[in-house]
């Protein structure tokens, strides 16, 4: 009886070594990674064991099963590695939010922004310095609501997002173009855009003396937009019908309701100094798009301009002279139809991941999340293409 006891007691030993084992291999193999010692995906999908104590199924990567031996533990380490690091690439690609991709595959947050960034720095790394950028723009988002900013330098030709600095200073702006462009790649600009910010003008001047710059027509028109603004809220208090018409006279008359239309129509054409101020904006609009030459250009900036300041609106004419002190950018911006279109709308998705992601921790964090959906990078060695 006491032999047999021991008999059970040495085929227990022995079987539990087999699993052991293969936790070894993984536990190798994710080691200097930061993924986890079991991953529940493997190079080529997994199957279901179950758990006859507790009932439940326990994912088993194809290729690494429990208690092969004849695995050597070097194989296990790079086949391991790069599949694992592959299918996580591929499920934050999916997601969007590395919260939910360490919940799938069963890793911790740090684990999964430990990928990104070397995916990153991978792509990076490939990127070539003989690529021609004709057409950037350079961008400011706010990080954090104390007005924490950093600048974007974005191809306007493709959307991508070449690099991300912290700062808006001009320092922070010399460090961006110079770590995103070669000397011979910065000769090769054409135009940049921007807005009227004096950082990034100076920057520009000094990197790209033979670009245009461009004043970007989004910036253009908000600050027209803020000023009617501003003349409302100085006219609603001693006219109360202009109260609730913020979005009337900030909406598209395209995407006007037929309610809201005609409550904008009876105030559009009554003799408010709003009403005023919004057609002055809207003939903006209109030169912004007409075409011609840089002549023709500065000659109607130049008209709308007088007419801007004949009619006597203060902030409206703040406007527009600070329009006609930046002539050469805004004419070239209506000569050229140059824009931040582009990074406009990545401004639309890099929202969209701040509220996935509930914010950034830093501009490290940032940069890295940026560039890993938006900066145009080959993330994994199997993503080449020969």
């Keep these: 009886m006491v032999y047999l006891y021991v008999f059970f007691i040495v085929c227990g030993c022995l079987e539990v070594s087999k699993y052991n084992l293969g936790s070894y291999c993984f536990r190798s193999a994710f080691s200097d990674t930061g993924l986890p010692p079991t991953p529940p995906m493997a190079a080529s999908g997994s199957v279901a064991i179950q758990d006859v104590h507790h009932s439940t199924h326990t994912a088993v990567p194809f290729g690494w099963t429990r208690g092969k031996r004849s695995c050597s533990l070097g194989r296990c380490r790079g086949t391991a590695d790069r599949s694992a690091r592959k299918k996580t690439i591929e499920t934050l690609l999916q997601t969007k939010s590395q919260t939910r991709t360490a919940r799938l595959l069963r890793l911790s947050v740090d684990q999964v922004r430990h990928v990104m960034e070397r995916s990153v720095s991978f792509g990076l790394s490939l990127r070539r310095s003989t690529q021609v950028y004709r057409h950037l723009s350079i961008d400011e988002k706010s990080l954090h609501k104390r007005h924490d900013y950093v600048s974007i330098l974005t191809d306007n030709d493709t959307g991508i997002v070449l690099d991300v600095v912290g700062g808006r200073k001009k320092e922070n702006v010399n460090q961006l173009i110079d770590k995103s462009l070669t000397p011979l790649q910065q000769q090769w600009v054409q135009t940049i855009s921007m807005d009227m910010w004096e950082p990034y003008m100076l920057a520009a001047k000094e990197h790209f003396p033979q670009a245009h710059i461009c004043h970007d027509m989004f910036h253009l028109v908000t600050y027209l937009n803020n000023a009617v603004n501003d003349v409302r809220k100085r006219e609603v208090r001693r006219a109360s019908e202009l ?31 709003v009403s005023r101020a919004w057609r002055i904006k809207e003939n903006f609009r209109d030169i912004m798009h007409a075409p011609g030459s840089r002549a023709a250009a500065a000659t109607l900036l130049v008209m709308w301009r007088n007419e801007a300041v004949k009619a006597g609106i203060p902030e409206i004419t703040k406007v527009a002279n600070m329009f006609y002190g930046h002539i050469h950018g805004v004419v070239n911006a209506m000569a050229l139809g140059r824009n931040n279109g582009r990074a406009e709308r990545i401004n639309g998705d890099i929202q969209e991941l701040k509220t996935i992601g509930r914010g950034f921790k830093d501009v490290e964090h940032f940069r890295n999340t940026l560039l890993f959906f938006h900066g145009g990078l080959v993330l994994h060695k199997d993503f080449l293409i020969c």
């Design 243 to 273: 109260r609730r018409t913020k979005f009337l006279f900030l909406k598209d008359t395209a995407n006007l309701t037929d309610r809201e239309r005609i409550r904008f129509d009876t105030i559009k054409d009554a003799n408010y100094e």
